[in-house]
């Protein structure tokens, strides 16, 4: 009884708390949107708390459920001692029944005696008015006024058989109200007994029945504070979720406000190495074929490291006939940047990079007689100039 009153304590306790804790999250969530427009920064310090109070409901529910099982094992403990003590209960009643039942045979039993006794007194008394009357005369005259010496015998032999049975029947009826007295007194001993056994098991069964009552009414408000927990945790979650997405298109959004277009960069961007220019834009390559440089080389020592000349994904890293270890950024804006002949490639197809990234590193792979980077910069398909955007 007394565990069952704690819990239901304890429960309210942690009911206040989680209202509470509803409360906060509510005023935390209407804070949040407040600021969204204004700063995504405090915005995603909103979501942090939010997440940290839904790691604390869900750790209470946790509590709380193992709480549940541990007050009904506790409620299932008392069913079996109520079962129990049930069945002993009804045999204290069938012995206290027993015993009255002996009470009533005994009281039958005495009055029976009483009846018997009362007979045999009165048949006594007749015996002492007889033997008075007999001993009103002397014993020897009695015995010597008989007709015959027969009679005399006889007479001597009725008298102290008399004598004799009046003894016996006075040891007779106290033999009997004595041991009517000893049953009855066991008897009323034992139902006595029996008695202040069942008012115990009774008391008993009355306790179990209390804390039974508690135990329920304490399951029944932790299904009620386990119930809001989890409906608690699931709008806070959906809230979060919401909350994540506005940040999101926030960042997005300001993504978009501060992203760089390549075609503004025009004559500000860095060649991707420092090395010099070995074949210039249109120049005609020689070699059979005559014609001419769509892009630059630039001379370099091995294993100087190629850095993308603006952000963007690559989407090609690989080996290419002729250009050896080959990496194609994708710009945007129809803008697509080149960088063949490399010794090693640090990025793969997918990845983003950033304007200065290294992304590989100068080699001779391919159809080159020297370590040295060859450069393009495309717009829609078409190589222009790099010296126009890089200086």
């Known amino acids: 009884m007394t565990s069952g009153i704690t819990y239901l304590q304890a429960l309210k306790t942690m009911f206040l708390t989680v209202n509470q804790w509803v409360k906060t999250l509510i005023l935390v969530l209407m804070s949040a949107f407040s600021l969204a427009q204004d700063s995504p920064q405090a915005l995603q310090e909103q979501l942090q708390k939010i997440a940290q109070n839904i790691r604390q409901l869900e750790l209470h529910l946790s509590e709380d459920s193992s ?3 541990l007050l009904e094992e506790e409620s299932k403990q008392i069913d ?22 002996d009470l009533q045979a005994l009281h039958d039993r005495r009055l029976a005696l009483q009846q018997q006794l009362t007979v045999q007194t009165e048949q006594f008394k007749q015996q002492l ?32 058989y008399l004598h004799q049975a009046q003894i016996e029947q006075i040891e007779h009826i106290q033999a009997l109200n004595q041991q009517l007295q000893q049953n009855q007194h066991a008897v009323l001993a034992n139902q006595q007994s029996q008695q202040q056994l069942h008012l115990q098991q009774q008391e008993q069964y009355e306790l179990l029945a209390l804390a039974r009552v508690q135990k329920q009414k304490a399951k029944n408000a ?12 699931q ?18 959004q300001q993504a978009d406000a501060n992203k760089e277009v390549f075609s503004q960069f025009q004559g500000r961007l860095n060649w991707p190495v420092n ?3 070995k074949n210039n834009f249109g120049e005609l390559k020689i070699s059979a074929s005559g014609v001419d440089w769509t892009g630059v080389s630039l001379a370099a020592e091995a294993g100087t490291e190629i ?47 950033t304007r200065g990234e290294v992304i590989a590193i100068v080699g001779d792979s391919g159809d080159t007689d020297s370590p040295n980077l060859y450069f393009e910069i495309r717009y829609e398909g078409a190589p222009v100039d790099p010296s126009v955007w890089c200086g």
């Not at 932790?222 to 945790?233: C, D, Q």
């Not at 919401?242 to 926030?250: G, N, P, R, S, Y």
């Not at 952000?311 to 080149?338: C, K, P, Q, R």
């Open 307 to 353: 850095h993308a000349i603006f952000s963007g994904e690559v989407v090609f890293a690989d080996w290419f006939d002729h250009y050896g270890w080959l990496t194609i950024v994708d710009h945007g804006d129809n803008y697509m940047s080149l960088y063949a002949h490399a010794e090693g490639l640090y990025k793969k197809t997918g990845e983003n990079v």
């Open 275 to 277: 090395g010099s220019l």
């Open 129 to 160: 008015i007889s033997a008075y009357q007999f001993n009103s005369h002397s014993r020897w005259q009695f015995i010597l006024n008989q007709q015959s010496l027969q009679n005399v015998g006889r007479n001597s032999v009725i008298y102290n």
């Open 222 to 233: 932790l299904v009620r504070l386990i119930k809001e927990n989890t409906t608690a945790i």
């Open 67 to 69: 709480n549940y099982t």
């Open 235 to 252: 709008d806070q979650q959906q809230q979060q979720r919401q909350l994540a997405k506005l940040l999101a298109q926030l960042k997005r």
């Open 80 to 101: 079996k001692d109520m079962g129990v003590l049930h069945a002993a209960l009804r045999r204290s009643l069938e012995r206290i029944e027993s015993s009255q039942r």
